[in-house]
């Protein structure tokens, strides 16, 4: 095995279990509802998740922040104490963390001259940020070197698709990715945006879809417009939802119909975490695959 660290963020939406288990360290991202403050954990206490659609199904509105630099430089620190480090972030097109993690980088070079340290941009969020760092991971257990794996995030992080829909717009007029107007219309009219992240990390809404079935089938047909070797995609194939698993598994079951090489092991489920759902509210489903680089 490679003797470099792969490091990510707990936006990665893949379980800590998980991540343990692949020797990813993570920095964990919190929440504040009424005051209290919360970590988005991953699962890693079972109870954390369903806690926080508690909060929400009781009207709480949480406020999330960014990973500052002192935190990083805690986090970087306690990890080029092993060896030389590769953190990839959440997409500094939804947040400010990127810069942060950069700073902290820079900071800690001088204390270890001896290491290598670099950060880079995922463009991409919930799994499809764990599509990447799940990737990377295969290459560092196949004893690929510090420089090859970091190149090779750099030049697929955009190969990395993220195609969704959410059934609840207050989320994205609360932060400003859709106006009040456009949101109410969306709701009365049961619209659905289908929206995709675009070659920044920045979230686009593209088309509006009307009804829930139909939304999910054209999320499926969007995999087939851009997978790699469309029909005969054989690559990893990932799928977030905030608390609507039986969308999911419609979602797996269309995929498998459509990819001949494709099967239901192929295909994982996972959650969408407290971060992401606190942008994007329940209902939320998001498909991540490898394609064409993203424009």
């Known amino acids: 095995m490679s003797n470099f660290i792969l490091s990510c963020e707990s936006t990665v939406d893949l379980p800590y279990s998980y991540l343990v ?3 990813i360290p993570v920095i964990f991202y919190k929440y504040t509802v009424d005051g209290v403050q919360y970590t988005d954990d991953l699962g890693k206490d079972p109870d954390s998740l369903p806690n926080y659609y508690k909060l929400l199904a009781g009207g709480a509105i949480p406020a999330t922040s960014q990973i500052n630099t002192y935190e990083y430089e805690q986090f970087f620190e306690e990890q080029l104490q092993k060896g030389d480090l590769i953190h990839v972030t959440l ?3 939804i947040t400010g963390s990127y810069a942060n993690a950069v700073t902290a980088a820079e900071n800690l070079k001088e204390k270890y001259p001896d290491r290598k340290i670099c950060v880079i941009d995922s463009y991409g969020a919930s799994s499809g940020f764990g599509m990447l760092i799940d990737t990377a991971a295969d290459l560092r257990d196949d004893d690929m070197t510090f420089e090859y794996t970091r190149d090779w995030i750099l030049n697929n992080r955009l190969n990395i698709h993220h ?3 959410s059934i609840t717009m207050d989320y994205f007029k609360r932060s400003g990715r859709v106006s009040g107007p456009a949101a109410a ?3 009365i009219l049961n619209i659905c945006p ?3 992240f675009d070659s920044k990390g920045k979230i686009i809404a593209y088309e509006k879809v009307r009804g829930i079935k139909n939304v999910i ?3 499926a047909e969007a995999m087939l417009d851009h ?3 469309g029909h005969n995609y054989s690559g990893k194939c990932f799928i977030s939802h905030s608390n609507c698993p039986d969308a999911a598994k419609e979602l797996k079951s269309m995929i498998i119909q459509s990819f001949r090489k494709l099967n239901s092991d192929d295909i994982r489920i996972f959650d969408i975490g407290t971060i992401i759902a606190s942008h994007t509210g329940p209902g939320t489903l998001a498909l991540f695959f490898f394609g064409d680089e993203r424009k």
Do not use: L, V, W
């Open 21 to 23: 288990e692949r020797n």
């Open 91 to 93: 997409s500094s097109g």
């Open 163 to 165: 195609q969704f829909y």
């Open 185 to 187: 219309i969306a709701t």
């Open 194 to 196: 289908m929206m995709r």
């Open 217 to 219: 089938r054209k999320t």
């Open 227 to 229: 997978a790699d070797n």
